[in-house]
């Protein structure tokens, strides 16, 4: 059997453990995100399965055997779950985008908001050639998912598709962007950082654009 003074411990450390977690989960937020990935639901799901089960086997005082297998397997098996779910992924600022708006053919209305400092400047991008290279010149440049968010924001892009349901935003930091929105009525969306040069922010602010006050 379990020794007494550590079940009557881990009664306790196990739903202790159980409350602080979901009170973390609760002030973090990241469950109550639109984009938030199944499988940290169902690792969060297992997490709190795997501690009632354990639980409930050392109150009804299951053999020692049971007990320590539940708990192997728990802390074994977490660690690994969570980087298969949560490790970064690396791909392009084309891919990242639907082909659509990539390709600037579906485009009704395209502009960009400068954030940096007051007054605020924003320029109208009328010409489809415009359109094309701002989106396209820097559709190599390489991006790997992350949830640590812009510390800044310098710009940001305005895309409205061929209806108002089709509709995406970028937002520009110096090493890292922000892709949300909606086409066709999927979401589209991702945090990245930028591995080598933000080729993005070079192609606006190398760019000559009409920007204007307001």
Same mark, same amino acid.
């Given at each position: 059997?379990?020794?007494?003074?550590?079940?009557?411990?881990?009664?306790?450390v196990l739903p202790t453990l159980t409350v602080v977690t979901l009170i973390g989960v609760g002030l973090s937020g990241m469950y109550f995100k639109d984009d938030v990935e199944v499988g940290n639901i169902v690792l969060l799901i297992s997490l709190i399965g795997a501690a009632l089960l354990t639980f409930l086997s050392l109150l009804f005082r299951k053999k020692a055997k049971g007990v320590t297998g539940i708990v192997l397997v728990f802390v074994l098996a977490v660690p690994v779950l969570f980087y298969f779910v949560n490790k970064?992924?690396?791909?392009?600022? %084309?891919?990242? &985008?639907?082909?659509? *708006?990539?390709?600037? @053919?579906?485009?009704?209305e395209m502009k960009i908001y400068s954030e940096r400092g007051r007054p605020f400047k924003s320029v109208t991008l009328e010409n489809p050639d415009e359109r094309k290279r701002i989106l396209q010149k820097p559709s190599t440049m390489t991006l790997v998912t992350s949830d640590e968010g812009l510390p800044q924001h310098l710009y940001s892009i305005w895309i409205q598709g061929d209806s108002y349901e089709n509709e995406i935003q970028i937002i520009v930091g110096q090493e890292a962007i922000r892709?949300?929105?909606?086409?066709?009525?999927?979401?589209?969306?991702?945090?990245?950082?930028?591995?080598? %040069?933000?080729? &993005?922010?070079?192609? *606006?602010?190398?760019? @000559?654009l009409d920007w204007k006050e307001g």
């Open positions: 059997m379990v020794d007494e003074r550590l079940r009557k411990a881990l009664l306790l970064p992924t690396t791909t392009s600022f %084309g891919a990242a &985008l639907p082909d659509e *708006i990539i390709s600037a @053919e579906v485009i009704s892709i949300l929105g909606s086409i066709d009525g999927e979401d589209v969306g991702g945090e990245y950082e930028i591995e080598g %040069g933000n080729r &993005l922010l070079q192609v *606006i602010e190398n760019g @000559e």
